[in-house]
């Protein structure tokens, strides 16, 4: 197998791969959609969205083109899909951390955004342990 393929067949099947693939594709472009619709589609989407918090708005706009190439890398099996998964999870929780300062300082903020957070790196950290490498024993 290419050093560049997830490591052991039973942990690296096509239908597998099709599936983390699949669900990063899908999750990025509803990612893209709403933050897009958030930042630049009509002032009824914004009061809708409620107390956003821009930088994380702006975050999932940039990180939904980032799901987009995971998606690719990891329909095709490539350890760079599993890489850029941790990648995406650990920026995540990044933001989740800058939004959690801004929450504290008394800032007004939707309640469902530091959910959407957690759930977006539960998301990512759990396709990254699915795409992870195993060795055969």
């Known amino acids: 197998m290419e050093q560049h393929r997830l490591i052991g067949s039973a942990r690296n099947t096509p239908a597998r791969n ?25 002032n009824a989407a914004r009061e809708i ?18 799901y987009l ?10 350890i760079w899909g ?3 998964a941790i990648f995406i999870a650990l920026a995540t929780a990044g933001a989740g951390i800058a939004f ?4 504290l300082s ?11 957070l957690v759930f977006r ?5 759990v396709l ?3 795409s992870a490498p195993r060795k055969h024993l």
């Open 49 to 66: 969205a409620g107390d956003i918090v821009l930088f994380v708005v702006q975050f999932n706009l940039f990180a939904g083109f980032a």
């Open 121 to 125: 790196v539960a998301f990512w950290v």
């Open 100 to 103: 959690a300062s801004v929450t």
């Open 69 to 78: 190439a995971a998606a690719l890398l990891l329909w095709r099996g490539s």
């Open 18 to 42: 099709r599936t983390l693939g699949a669900s990063a594709a899908v999750f990025g472009l509803v990612t893209i959609f709403a933050s897009s619709n958030v930042l630049f589609g009509p």
């Open 106 to 116: 008394g800032a007004p903020v939707e309640l469902r955004t530091g959910m959407a």
């Open 82 to 84: 599993h890489r850029l």
């Open 128 to 130: 990254a342990v699915i």
